[in-house]
């Protein structure tokens, strides 16, 4: 039975449970500026540890349009992660990677042909892959990903699947807002679910 109440943790757990964040959010910034060669700046992320239900609020609303992609975590840490984009920050970071200029009279459509999901799903890939690489250097943990899944659609649609799935892991989820760059404000989101378990090894990894 896992040690940890993520209704009621301590100031030093949430606080080693930010960092966590923050330096995944850091080094998946890093990788997405190498991957598309230039320079991105990321602000501070916002980072709560939030009910599920109410990640669709924060984010935004139901019929918003987004992009979504979803993978699931194995070896010592078990769980899920999804990295979520407002669709016109998508359109604009595979514009960036394609080397085009964004399709204004796309905005807000969730239609993306074969090879931009292609590209899309690759920068999935990298800032993911990024972000738990961190995790794993952190705590000198094996965390191995799955395939990532995307899916293109309304934020409620997107969430309504994982929805059924973390509610099996835990009603709480680690939610990261991040700005990748204040001058063309691309915001992502991370949402980080290890299994009850999986916190206790994370934390235990760091001494606590």
Do not use: H, W
Request: one cysteine or more; proline letters at 3%; aromatic letters at 6%.
């Amino acid at each position: 039975m896992s040690k940890i109440d993520l209704s009621n943790l301590d100031s030093v757990q949430y606080d080693v449970l930010k960092e966590i964040g923050n330096i995944g959010a850091g080094n998946a910034t890093t990788a997405l500026s190498k991957m598309l060669d230039v320079k991105i700046d990321m602000k501070v992320p916002k980072v709560q540890l939030v009910d599920f239900s109410e990640i669709s609020n924060i984010i935004a609303s139901e019929e918003d349009i987004m992009a979504g992609i979803l993978l699931y975590l194995e070896g010592d840490v078990n769980g899920m992660m999804m990295f979520l984009l407002e669709v016109d920050s998508a359109r604009a970071l595979v514009s960036s990677l394609m080397g085009k200029p964004v399709d204004v009279s796309k905005k807000g459509s969730p239609d993306f042909d074969e090879m931009e999901c292609s590209a899309l799903n690759e920068i999935g890939n990298i800032i993911t892959g990024a972000y738990l690489s961190a995790l794993s250097d952190m705590t000198r943990l094996t965390i191995i990903s799955s395939v990532p899944g995307l899916q293109i659609d309304m934020a409620a649609s997107i969430l309504s699947v994982p929805a059924i799935e973390f509610s099996k892991i835990g009603d709480r989820v680690l939610l990261l807002e991040t700005q990748f760059d204040a001058d063309s404000s691309i915001n992502g989101y991370f949402i980080l679910v290890p299994e009850l378990d999986s916190y206790d090894t994370i934390l235990n990894s760091l001494g606590l």
